[in-house]
């Protein structure tokens, strides 16, 4: 079927859209642009499926960026919602839930004495960085370029032309004096975080990390990296936050933390932690926590925080989750991906380097180990770009960004995988013109 005829309920939507919503997506990345393609438009999902307005039925790998680990419509999470639903959707008031789930956070992660909850990954880490100022009395924030920590001002910096210049704004409307108060040093690079420690001596507040970047593809710490922030971290009184809204709950229980053994001073949650609904949180240790009104002097508030039908969610959604052998299956099932995704490359003659770390992968389309940012944009972006819409019409939904990771589930079947693998050779055989 001609591209035009398959997606075309999906193009109209996307062009009345565009009338009436800002670019017609509600996020940016959604749109495709990177992919130069137009967005489908979803109708339903349900376990590893998910179908587009025109009827076409995709094995998914978004996941909604992260948050879907179970599948879609886990009956289980769509009973809790169902139940709590009826019983009141919102009341900004105190609920038993609320405490269950941050008791369920507390004992997955042993960094974490206390939980705020919160409405989404980007209120975790401005909040996080907030309370970072207020513990040590510091203005500076050093951060990793090709992390992502949401869309806080202080959070859309960019590095400028060196260490010794200070940050430049991420984004129009953030003022040149806020970039300037975050540091942005490449990922991996031991050296250049000391260089940054001793430019700015005693000033740097706390450190954000994302300790396996997954918002630039996947882009494990190289061995000793978590370790030397953590120490350089606490040779300064500066805080370690480690940003795991996508990692919490993702490569273990524990996230990154119980993955390395490490233990962060402060902690964001989002994306699985809520379930997938709207709910993120943010702990960490009592001393620092409890600087968050109403018993410290750092304001912090949400009207639907703890929102009792999200909360449901998260609570039903992390307990099947962390119960059984779920997150060696989505190892496997990772592990499989990963192994028929190489030797499709090797067979279709195309230079390909995979980054996986349990069930979340990136492909790079080069010949060299991807270890930072600058090496993410060395791939090959048209390549990728080809790609991904010949998975498309292989009937496989990858995320429409070579800065995005493949997400795994545990709705993903053996029969989804294999059909994957066999798409990926022949979409690869397509960029080389080889025979597939
Ligand atoms: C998605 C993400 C965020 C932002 O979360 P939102 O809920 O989209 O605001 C922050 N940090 C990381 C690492 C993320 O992946």
């Known amino acids: 079927m001609s591209r035009l005829k398959r997606y ?28 130069g393609h137009r967005p489908l438009f979803i109708h339903r999902a349900k376990g590893s499926k998910i179908y587009d307005i025109d009827g076409n039925k995709y094995i998914d790998y978004v996941g909604s960026w992260g948050p879907m680990i179970l599948g879609h419509g886990n009956h289980k999470v769509l009973k809790a919602i169902k139940t709590a639903a009826d019983n009141g959707t919102s009341f900004g008031a105190p609920t038993l839930a609320e405490t269950e789930l941050a008791r369920r956070i507390i004992n997955a992660f042993s960094s974490i004495e206390k939980v705020r909850l919160l409405n989404s990954g980007t209120e975790a880490a401005m909040t996080a960085v907030r309370l970072g100022r207020a513990f040590t009395g510091r203005d500076l924030i050093i951060k990793m370029s090709g992390c992502y920590h949401g869309h806080c001002d202080s959070m859309l910096a960019a590095a400028g032309s060196g260490l010794a210049t200070y940050s430049i704004a991420g984004s129009a409307g953030v003022p040149d004096e806020f970039a300037k108060l975050t540091v942005v040093v490449p990922y991996n690079d031991i050296a250049a975080l000391e260089d940054a420690f001793n430019l700015y001596k005693r000033k740097i507040a706390a450190v954000i990390v994302e300790p396996v970047a997954a918002n630039m593809g996947v882009v494990p710490p190289a061995k000793g990296y978590l370790d030397a922030i953590r120490n350089l971290c606490s040779q300064n009184s500066s805080v370690l936050i480690f940003d795991e809204v996508i990692t919490g709950f993702r490569l273990a229980p524990g996230g990154a933390q119980q993955l390395f053994g490490m233990q962060a001073d402060l902690t964001c949650l989002g994306k699985i932690a809520g379930g997938g609904l709207p709910a993120a949180a943010l702990g960490g240790r009592a001393e620092i926590m409890d600087m968050l009104a109403p018993i410290g002097p750092v304001y912090q508030a949400g009207t639907l925080s703890g929102n009792p039908v999200a909360v449901a969610a998260a609570n039903t959604t992390l307990s099947i989750l962390t119960e059984g052998n779920s997150y060696e299956r989505l190892d496997a099932s990772a592990a ?90 022949k979409s690869m055989c397509t960029l080389t013109g080889h025979n597939g």
């Open 8 to 35: 075309s309920k999906s193009a109209k939507a996307y062009a009345r859209a565009c009338q009436y919503l800002v670019g017609g997506v509600n996020s940016p990345v959604r749109a495709f642009d990177a992919v």
């Open 336 to 425: 499989i991906l990963e192994k028929g995704f190489t030797e499709a490359a090797e067979a279709a003659n195309v230079a390909l380097t995979i980054n996986r770390v349990s069930s979340i992968m990136s492909c790079f389309f080069l010949d060299k180990p991807v270890k930072n940012f600058t090496d993410v944009q060395s791939a090959d972006s048209n390549r990728f770009k080809r790609f991904f819409a010949e998975m498309l019409k292989h009937n496989i939904y990858l995320a429409p960004s070579p800065y995005e990771a493949i997400f795994l589930s545990l709705a993903h079947t053996k029969e989804d995988i294999e059909e994957t693998i066999d798409a990926a050779y």
